[in-house]
């Protein structure tokens, strides 16, 4: 079955780690993307990516990177810059990078950063 | 500012009954509008597309778009337990002239659908 897998499920981390999520797709989807999600909060947009070897900031891009070498895909680092780390972590894809197409999830990562 | 408003509820209905969900949007240009139901510790999942003013039907599930009043609603029939989720409001909207656009969310509506 097509799919985003995402792991770990969780992840826990001290503070000052820089600690890598996978984010894996067969959906054959362009285009790629990382969101936030804190408790009683939307989903912010980290990063995303249309195409292999490039990608764009988002809204809170600050403390994270990402590279995409291939289609199917695209870590996400959390690195010792990041503030307030511990969070919900979502991945997500979509056909290609346009407005009208919804975006597909992964399950999710939930990181723990003490 | 480009925002998505959301009724944070919860939102409480007795099973059987129509739970209404709505939602308000900044960008008067938007022409894309998603409803996804989130599960408590699980990611969102689609369950409503809509881009023309107007109502589109899915089973239990209608959504309405007016983008005169920059409004989106959802409406979910004959309520099942099942139900309670959070539902997420998300709207493409350009952040800059001339770009594709960005998806943003609203903070959600919990919905409970009592038995």
């Known amino acids: 079955d097509g799919g985003i897998t995402q792991s770990p499920k969780y992840l826990f981390r001290k503070e000052g780690q820089n600690v890598t999520l996978s984010c894996e797709q067969n959906?054959?989807?362009?285009?790629m993307y990382w969101y936030r999600q804190d408790p009683g909060q939307g989903l912010r947009l980290i990063y995303y990516?249309?195409?292999?070897?490039?990608?764009q900031k988002g809204d809170i891009a600050e403390g994270y990177s990402v590279s995409r070498e291939k289609k199917e895909s695209f870590p996400l680092t959390v690195t010792s810059a990041q503030k307030n780390p511990t969070a919900f972590y979502l991945c997500?894809?979509?056909?290609?990078?346009?407005?009208?197409?919804?975006?597909?999830f992964g399950n999710g990562t939930r990181l723990t950063v003490t | 500012q480009k925002e998505v408003e959301q009724n944070s509820g919860p939102l409480s209905v007795p099973e059987g009954a129509i739970a209404s969900l709505n939602c308000t949007y900044s960008d008067r240009v938007s022409q894309s509008f998603f409803w996804y139901r989130q599960y408590s510790g699980k990611s969102p999942e689609l369950i409503m597309s809509i881009y023309s003013n107007g109502d589109k039907e899915d089973g239990r599930f209608t959504a309405q778009l007016n983008k005169a009043s920059q409004y989106v609603s959802l409406l979910i029939r004959d309520s099942q337990p099942s139900d309670s989720a959070t539902y997420l409001c998300?709207?493409?909207?350009?952040?800059?002239?001339?770009?594709?656009?960005?998806?943003?969310f609203g903070k959600g509506t919990k919905l409970s659908v009592k038995p």
């Open positions: 997500a894809s979509s056909i290609v990078r346009q407005g009208n197409t919804p975006l597909h």
């Open positions: 990516s249309q195409i292999v070897n490039d990608f």
């Open positions: 998300a709207v493409n909207m350009r952040m800059r002239e001339g770009s594709q656009g960005n998806l943003i």
């Open positions: 959906l054959n989807h362009d285009a």
